[in-house]
């Protein structure tokens, strides 16, 4: 396996104990595309590049085991693949979650002050630079209207002030990241062109449920908006276990907050 960045391993250099240091630090390695997926990775290499010894290490590859982002293939420790039918189960939890989710925060009512935030998040989609094309040149661009897309969505989440579907949602979507890529789009219409036409709207309406205290339509709107990012995902499927690259700025967090 090649080495882990060094930004990778000092990231949570100070966690206590060592199992949850290896674990954030593995984690963060595959959401970063440090380790890819099917990747062959030794305990004995693991450890020496951890600083740990083997029990930390097999409590923290036990915890990522269960999480489904690894699979342990005795001696080699293997970064789980997904297949199409638990992509779609993973697409369709989701789909009832964040639905969920946005029918809580209408019904509980959004402050002003949260829906300017999520105005001025769905403005920033609607103005990506139309330059941007699905190429790894524009890597760090794709990677920003990504993050703007999950911080609406996690936003709502938070919304919805129900912190277990909050933390839900979020696993969800962090593993999603890991199994999508830069090119999970449509060929033939570029990135700013398929926000502007494609999710600003639907955000528009699902903006306007909301602000108008109507669970079922925001319900509905957000289920829509959900279901439609199950072909962006399928895309992927001509090499269906490319890595995201996360970007550092917007890691899902770990606890919700109470707007």
Known sequence: ??????????????????????????????????????????????????GTSRTPLRRALGKLKQEGLFAIKSPEQVPAHISRRDMNSLLDFDALLESHAAFLAAQNGVSEEYMDTLREINENLRNLDPSIRYDSRYEKDLVGARDLHLQFHLLIARLSRNKYLYQSIADVRSKLRQYSSLDAFPADQPPAEY?????????????RAIEQRDPQTAQA??????IRSRSRYFNSYKNPYVVQRVSKHTAVPREAEEP
């Open 195 to 207: 926000y502007r036409c494609t999710v600003v709207p639907c955000h528009e309406e699902l903006l």
């Open 1 to 50: 396996m090649k080495q882990l960045s060094e930004e990778t391993l000092r990231a949570f250099a100070q966690v206590k104990p060592a199992y949850n240091r290896i674990y954030l630090t593995l984690r963060r390695a595959l959401l970063e595309g440090e380790i890819l997926p099917g990747e062959k990775l030794s305990e004995e290499a693991l450890a020496l590049q951890l």
């Open 221 to 226: 709107w957000m289920y829509t908006d959900a």
